[in-house]
């Protein structure tokens, strides 16, 4: 992929997967404004990109507010003269359970993933509108997002609510030649290494062993490396068709995620009654009830 002379932002991206997406996109040419809050991370990845030969300039603001967002997109045009690629992966967790789930830690998730790519992804739309060619917004989801997650309230209705926007802003901006898709990832980050089925693999990556091809491809899960070719496929002319998607990447596995959809559906003359309703579930609806979390297979001994 060649993505000289694009210029791209990456929020929360000074590690793991914001980083590989920033690293990924600098290595196909893309000018890169790499964004943190901890200004030394934002520093070093700067200093990783540039040092392999590529183009970046740190900004350390806090994702959310608008005008992080306004100076994120005036720091892409100023120092390289245009935005071309808004990829919105900052993100914060503060996971614990319904009841003991506090409204600061509602917000603040909600803040960062929800509002955070809200206000990023306006921000460049205004851009992406007025330089006139068009553009792309490559939006960071999960799984949590599609199937919901226990103790992740706060993050899993932020990460479902991503892909709704990407559903949105596709006809929303379809007329100004701008995609909209939503990155599933499934990685070795500090998001998921607190997961008990997965923390033998981690361990694995922390002692510099490989991941066994029973996590890569059953788990999709792997490096974040392995995830940043999706952003990079997405920023190019190869994916200028592709719009409102919610793709799946990790490991050795590349999906896509289908939308949520009627699996079955039954009819009574008048409408139902609860009593009708209770009467013909057990037939017609039961089989179809939908899981809920993810399922993760055990590895056959």
Same mark, same amino acid.
């Given at each position: 992929?060649?993505?000289?002379?694009?210029?791209?932002?990456?929020?929360?991206?000074?590690?793991?997967?914001? #980083?590989?997406?920033?690293?990924?996109?600098?290595?196909?040419?893309?000018?890169?404004?790499?964004?943190?809050?901890?200004?030394?991370?934002?520093?070093?990845?700067?200093?990783?990109?540039?040092?392999?030969?590529?183009?970046?300039?740190?900004?350390?603001?806090?994702?959310?507010?608008?005008?992080?967002?306004?100076?994120?997109?005036?720091?892409?045009?100023?120092?390289?003269?245009?935005?071309?690629?808004?990829?919105?992966?900052?993100?914060?967790?503060?996971?614990?359970?319904?009841?003991?789930?506090? %409204? =600061? %830690?509602?917000?603040?998730?909600?803040?960062?993933? #929800?509002?955070?790519?809200?206000?990023?992804?306006?921000?460049?739309?205004?851009?992406?509108?007025?330089?006139?060619?068009?553009?792309? &917004?490559?939006?960071?989801?999960?799984?949590?997002?599609?199937?919901?997650?226990?103790?992740?309230?706060?993050?899993?209705? *932020?990460?479902?609510?991503?892909?709704?926007?990407?559903?949105?802003?596709?006809?929303?901006?379809?007329?100004?030649?701008? @995609?909209?898709?939503?990155?599933?990832?499934?990685?070795?980050?500090?998001?998921? =290494?607190?997961?008990?089925? #997965?923390?033998?693999?981690?361990?694995?990556?922390?002692?510099?062993?490989?991941?066994?091809?029973?996590?890569?491809?059953?788990?999709?899960?792997? @490096?974040? =490396?392995?995830?940043?070719?999706?952003?990079?496929? &997405? *920023?190019?002319?190869?994916?200028?068709?592709?719009?409102?998607?919610?793709?799946?990447?990790?490991?050795?596995?590349?999906?896509?995620?289908?939308?949520?959809?009627?699996?079955?559906?039954?009819?009574?003359?008048?409408?139902?009654?609860?009593?009708?309703? *209770?009467?013909?579930?057990?037939?017609?609806?039961? *089989?179809?009830?939908?899981?809920?979390?993810?399922?993760?297979?055990?590895?056959?001994?």
């Amino acid at each position: 992929m060649d993505l000289s002379g694009r210029v791209a932002v990456v929020t929360g991206s000074g590690r793991g997967l914001g #980083l590989a997406y920033a690293k990924g996109l600098a290595d196909a040419g893309a000018a890169v404004v790499v964004n943190d809050v901890d200004a030394g991370a934002a520093g070093a990845a700067v200093e990783e990109i540039v040092d392999a030969g590529g183009r970046a300039v740190a900004e350390v603001v806090a994702v959310g507010t608008a005008e992080a967002a306004d100076a994120l997109v005036a720091r892409a045009v100023d120092e390289f003269g245009r935005l071309d690629v808004m990829v919105t992966n900052a993100g914060v967790l503060r996971d614990r359970v319904l009841w003991k789930m506090t %409204d =600061e %830690d509602f917000d603040a998730v909600v803040g960062v993933h #929800l509002r955070g790519t809200f206000t990023c992804a306006r921000a460049a739309a205004v851009r992406f509108r007025a330089q006139g060619t068009g553009g792309r &917004l490559i939006l960071v989801g999960s799984p949590a997002g599609q199937r919901g997650n226990f103790g992740q309230t706060n993050y899993s209705a *932020a990460k479902a609510g991503v892909v709704g926007f990407a559903r949105t802003w596709a006809m929303e901006l379809a007329r100004a030649k701008v @995609t909209v898709n939503a990155v599933v990832p499934v990685a070795a980050t500090a998001m998921t =290494e607190t997961i008990p089925a #997965l923390q033998p693999y981690v361990e694995a990556l922390r002692s510099g062993e490989p991941v066994p091809p029973f996590a890569r491809r059953v788990l999709a899960f792997g @490096t974040p =490396e392995d995830a940043a070719g999706v952003v990079v496929f &997405l *920023a190019s002319d190869a994916a200028e068709d592709i719009t409102g998607q919610a793709v799946g990447i990790g490991g050795d596995r590349l999906s896509l995620w289908t939308h949520p959809t009627q699996v079955v559906a039954a009819y009574a003359d008048g409408g139902w009654s609860a009593d009708a309703i *209770a009467e013909t579930w057990p037939t017609v609806f039961a *089989a179809h009830e939908q899981v809920v979390g993810e399922r993760l297979p055990e590895q056959a001994s």
